[in-house]
């Protein structure tokens, strides 16, 4: 067996970010071949995270971010399963280098953006890399972009809820996208408004206050009304456009942006949050 050199083990760690005894390991085994130590332990790590398939991945980072130009955006969440490695500087660098993966190739859907290179390597396979090197269970999960005149991305402080939101037109001041932006983080709309709502959501919604005016006693004659009334209140608090501006509750989105241009408009915006 040749000689495992200390500046072998150095530059094999910083190939794969394996610990320092992992990288010796797979050196001695090799016996000092880079390459197939590098292959050693990316098959421990695909080891490891087969044996972890089945565990909760409830911690993680949504970062959201947009094109240079202001008119792509994409959010993407990788989980893990603690806290602690959710927050290490190395778990936000590779989420963000997959959210700029994203942005740069636009990719269709997620099982896209995971065959995506970096650095010669596809991003799921990086990921099960980094699975490997900690020894927890990583998921890349969740995978959304948007377009428009404009985008606007915002982050919510710590890294757990992310929204993106495009508008019809530009030519406005960021703060008024960011406004709308936090405003989607804080209020979760189900739709930008009411014809966007989904026909199976209105139906339950529908059922819902039909039941609820059924349980307070409404004669069976009323509860059609009394239902279309509750239908139209969750139309006002659950569609972003109708929604209260959460900066002044005297008026709508739809009118806050009305006051920055009459024709502005919200067509589409994402939220994602790794608490609900």
Do not use: W
């Not at 947009?66 to 993407?76: F, L, N, Q, S, Y």
């Not at 991305?153 to 001041?173: M, S």
Request: aromatic residues 6%.
């Amino acid at each position: 067996m040749s000689e495992i050199k200390t500046a072998d083990i150095a530059k094999l760690r910083k190939l794969t970010g394996a610990g320092m005894m992992d990288c010796k390991k797979a050196l001695e085994e090799s016996n000092g071949d880079i390459e197939k130590a590098i292959e050693l332990i990316r098959e421990r790590g695909k080891a490891i995270a087969n044996k972890r398939a089945d565990r909760e991945a409830g911690e993680g980072a949504a970062l959201a971010a947009i094109t240079a130009d202001g008119k792509k955006g994409a959010i993407v969440v990788l989980n893990c399963e603690t806290d602690f490695v959710a927050k290490n500087q190395d778990f936000v660098g590779l989420t963000t280098n997959i959210l700029n993966a994203a942005l740069a190739n636009q990719p269709a859907d997620i099982e896209s953006l995971k065959a995506i290179k970096i650095d010669g390597r596809p991003i799921g396979d990086l990921v099960m890399d980094q699975s490997g090197i900690t020894g927890e269970k990583f998921e890349l999960s969740y995978y959304e972009k948007l377009e428009g005149e404009k985008v606007v991305a915002y982050i919510h402080p710590g890294n757990k809820l992310a929204t993106i939101v495009a508008f019809n037109k530009g030519g406005f001041d960021d703060q008024v996208g960011k406004d709308v932006a936090m405003q989607v983080a804080a209020m979760s709309p189900v739709a930008v408004d009411v014809d966007d709502v989904p026909e199976k959501i209105r139906q339950q919604e529908f059922e819902i206050g039909r039941e609820q005016a059924r349980l307070e006693g409404k004669p069976e004659n009323m509860l059609d009304k009394i239902a279309q009334g509750k239908l139209q209140k969750f139309y006002k608090e659950s569609t972003l456009m109708n929604q209260d501006f959460i900066k002044d509750g005297k008026m709508s989105v739809k009118d806050y942006l009305k006051s920055i241009a009459s024709d502005l408009k919200v067509i589409g915006f994402k939220r994602v949050s790794l608490n609900a």
